[in-house]
């Protein structure tokens, strides 16, 4: 008695079907298949295995054949990533527009410090001699000189509140301009940078005092001293020694308030910020796209 074999047709999947690629048309690619997958319990590479539909709960899913482990795809995994990449990208670029704001208004806060501090106004009346009335003489008398002013700007002196705004002030920079430039490793390159922009900005507002004051309606502008020089490379170096002292000071706080693996967690993203990144991390994205 022989048993004669039939084929029994199997139907078309209901909730995804095939969709045929036109002649010269690569296959879009299914859900689950754009990124990688792998067990969730061994670790088994499963991408590229077909995929299985449960007969209970009509859920596609992968079957492990190193453990045997039944595993769902996630549907939402690749367009969880594009939503996860672009909050990403928007998120570094407020980062970025944060740093630039943070350096370009305090920049301009050293160059108004620059067009204030420097100088002070000063106005000097100036009388006209009047000839002296001739003895005898019977009228009345002549009206009294109307002073003409002589505006001008002047040095102001260099003492210790000027010191102490430009020293707390230049400190301050230093420290949080260092800790928002944690991708350069060299702490002093740092602040010797951003000491010398405080530098051009602050000799810039001066400069810009004196040059636009004298065309608007000041006759005279004191020239600098010595004593303003020497102000802004004070300045300066009170910039780079913020820049150098930050690190060990937050190392100290982060091992004082934070627990130990926490803050070892912290310190170590923050120096791998500096590092440059290995061969194989580099080519990572592009082997992927291979």
Same mark, same amino acid.
Request: hydrophobic share 50%.
């Given at each position: 008695?022989?048993?004669?074999?039939?084929?029994?047709?199997?139907?078309?999947?209901?909730?995804?079907?095939?969709?045929?690629?036109?002649?010269?048309?690569?296959?879009?690619?299914?859900?689950?298949?754009?990124?990688?997958?792998?067990?969730?319990?061994?670790?088994?590479?499963?991408?590229?295995?077909?995929?299985?539909?449960?007969?209970?709960?009509?859920?596609?899913?992968?079957?492990?054949?190193?453990?045997?482990?039944?595993?769902?795809?996630?549907?939402?995994?690749?367009?969880?990533?594009?939503?996860?990449?672009?909050?990403?990208?928007?998120?570094?670029?407020?980062?970025?527009?944060?740093?630039?704001?943070?350096?370009?208004?305090?920049?301009?806060?050293?160059?108004?410090?620059?067009?204030?501090?420097?100088?002070?106004?000063?106005?000097?009346?100036?009388?006209?001699?009047?000839?002296?009335?001739?003895?005898?003489?019977?009228?009345?008398?002549?009206?009294?000189?109307?002073?003409?002013? /002589?505006?001008?700007? $002047?040095?102001?002196?260099?003492?210790?509140? #000027?010191? !102490? @705004?430009?020293? =707390?002030? +230049?400190?301050?920079?230093?420290?949080?301009?260092?800790?928002?430039?944690?991708?350069?490793? /060299?702490?002093?390159? $740092?602040?010797?940078?951003?000491?010398?922009? #405080?530098? !051009? @900005?602050?000799? =810039?507002? +001066?400069?810009?005092?004196?040059?636009?004051?004298?065309?608007?309606?000041?006759?005279?502008?004191?020239?600098?001293?010595?004593?303003?020089?020497?102000?802004?490379?004070?300045?300066?170096?009170?910039? =780079?020694?913020?820049?150098?002292?930050?690190?060990?000071?937050?190392?100290?706080?982060?091992?004082?308030?934070?627990?130990?693996?926490?803050?070892?967690?912290?310190?170590?993203?923050?120096?791998?910020?500096?590092?440059?990144?290995?061969?194989?991390?580099?080519?990572?994205?592009?082997?992927?796209?291979?």
């Amino acid at each position: 008695m022989s048993v004669t074999s039939s084929t029994v047709p199997v139907a078309a999947d209901p909730i995804e079907p095939e969709i045929p690629a036109a002649a010269g048309q690569v296959r879009p690619a299914r859900l689950g298949e754009e990124l990688p997958i792998f067990c969730e319990k061994c670790g088994y590479a499963l991408h590229g295995l077909p995929q299985q539909r449960c007969d209970r709960c009509d859920i596609l899913q992968y079957k492990c054949p190193e453990c045997g482990h039944h595993q769902p795809i996630n549907t939402l995994r690749p367009a969880f990533q594009k939503m996860l990449g672009r909050i990403r990208a928007f998120g570094l670029g407020l980062w970025v527009l944060f740093k630039i704001n943070f350096f370009g208004w305090l920049l301009f806060g050293w160059f108004g410090m620059g067009v204030e501090w420097p100088y002070r106004f000063q106005s000097v009346p100036i009388y006209q001699q009047v000839p002296a009335a001739q003895p005898g003489t019977v009228g009345p008398m002549p009206p009294a000189p109307q002073p003409t002013w /002589r505006y001008s700007i $002047v040095r102001r002196p260099i003492d210790f509140e #000027v010191g !102490m @705004a430009f020293g =707390l002030f +230049a400190l301050a920079f230093g420290m949080f301009g260092r800790m928002f430039l944690l991708r350069f490793r /060299r702490g002093w390159a $740092v602040g010797a940078v951003l000491g010398a922009l #405080v530098v !051009m @900005a602050a000799s =810039l507002g +001066a400069w810009m005092r004196a040059t636009v004051d004298v065309r608007s309606h000041v006759q005279y502008v004191e020239p600098l001293g010595s004593d303003w020089h020497a102000l802004l490379l004070l300045t300066a170096l009170t910039v =780079l020694f913020g820049a150098i002292v930050v690190w060990p000071i937050w190392l100290a706080l982060v091992h004082l308030f934070l627990p130990s693996r926490t803050g070892a967690s912290l310190l170590e993203w923050q120096r791998s910020l500096s590092q440059p990144k290995p061969a194989w991390e580099r080519a990572g994205p592009a082997l992927g796209r291979d």
